[in-house]
């Protein structure tokens, strides 16, 4: 990789300590888990099928997908081009972006440091945020930010624009300031409101407690605990090795229809750090996954705090930290998070009671993403064949 990495170096002290709640899984536990089940190794060519389908549908330049079952990687494939000028297929190592997907970091992050007593949940953002004031703030916490209920503004209609998209945030600090002079768009608790910019307070509020660069702190509990070799937080000034193109059937920057395939511009989301600047595999990604299945990876009290709705006075938000924790129309029990922005579609599916989690990732925005199937149905899809596969 040429260029300047961002994964914090050495492990701190602090690293060091907090790991501990991300402790591997008793091996013997494992070994004996996978002796009893069968893994899906049969579904490939279903699996397979169901992609194609939807890469012909949407007419996707690239696609990766990866399947892990008990433990076990059973499907990592490629489909189409990383770069389709110069005709590089996509690979299992072919990194790509993966938009709001991203947010499952910084909200696992959360839960570990919460768990350790390293940051409160509950107490007002201000504790770690005292620039960050607007009236009516005092209530905001960090606990109430995670499931979408701060009441603080999400994207404005047309502020993304080509200027704002090329300039790079140095600091996710920096990002406090594009919304503290901001009014909250409800009462702190009340409704759900989706915000990227609540999960940069989040990503701002753990550098501050921490007092280490966020990304680090990242990469120390999250990214080499899990073996995460190829996820890291995205940087367009550097070259990175095997980092996919993107495309889309809209303009990159008003999202008007087209007939004709765009290529999208190296945008930079720096100012997305907390939200969405991840750059990964699908593989890397149902690794991830394997962390928010049962106890093992996260300690308990981290795992409950991921997998546990966080309702408002109002109604349920489907949100714990970092996740969607709703279930399926079977009712199985299901945490999942998806992503999507122009040229990029990404989800990751995880169904801990048959221990499969499932990702796929595209560098197109599609003909006819705007449903959001291949985020949403795709995955729950591929699980199904996982499911239905005979023994072997």
Known sequence: MVGSP?????????????????????????????AREHTCTEAGPAIRRLLQTMQEKERNVGLS????????????????????????????????TVASTGKAFTGTTLAILADSGVIDL?????????????????????RLLAAHLGGVRHYRPAERTTEFLARHVNDVMDVVAMVAGDSLVDQPGRAYHYSSYGYNLIAAAI??????????????LIFRPLGLRDTRFD?????????????????????????????VPDFDYSYNMGGGNILTTAED??????????????????????????????????????????????????????????????????FPDDEIAVAVIANTWGIGAVTAEMATTLPSEVAQACRDAPPR
């Not at 509950?122 to 960090?142: E, K, M």
């Not at 090795?241 to 395939?261: C, G, K, M, Q």
Request: net charge positive; proline share 7%.
């Open 6 to 34: 961002n994964d914090g170096g050495a492990m701190s002290p602090l690293g060091r300590t907090l790991v501990a709640s991300l402790a591997v899984t008793c091996a013997s536990r494992g070994l004996n888990a996978q």
């Open 65 to 96: 997908a990866a399947v892990m079952h008990h433990g076990r990687l059973v499907y990592s494939e490629g489909l189409g081009f990383a770069d389709l000028e110069h005709r590089v297929p996509v690979t299992p190592r072919s990194l790509f």
């Open 122 to 142: 509950d107490a007002p953002i201000q504790r770690y945020l005292p620039a960050y004031h607007p009236p009516g703030s005092d209530s905001i916490t960090l």
């Open 207 to 220: 550098q501050a407690a921490t007092h280490r660069p966020f990304a680090t702190v990242v990469a120390d």
């Open 235 to 263: 940087d367009v000034r550097y070259v990175v090795e095997r980092r996919v193109r993107h495309y889309a059937f809209n303009d990159p920057i008003t999202y008007a229809p087209s007939t004709e395939l765009r290529r």
């Open 285 to 350: 990604l149902v690794r991830f996954g394997q962390a928010v299945m049962r106890p093992g990876r996260l300690s308990p009290g981290a795992l409950r705090l991921v997998q546990s709705e966080i309702r408002g006075t109002a109604g349920g938000t489907n949100w714990g930290l970092g996740w969607f924790v709703n279930p399926d129309s079977a009712g199985r029990k299901r945490v999942h998070i998806n992503g999507a922005f122009v040229g990029v579609q990404s989800a990751l599916y995880v």
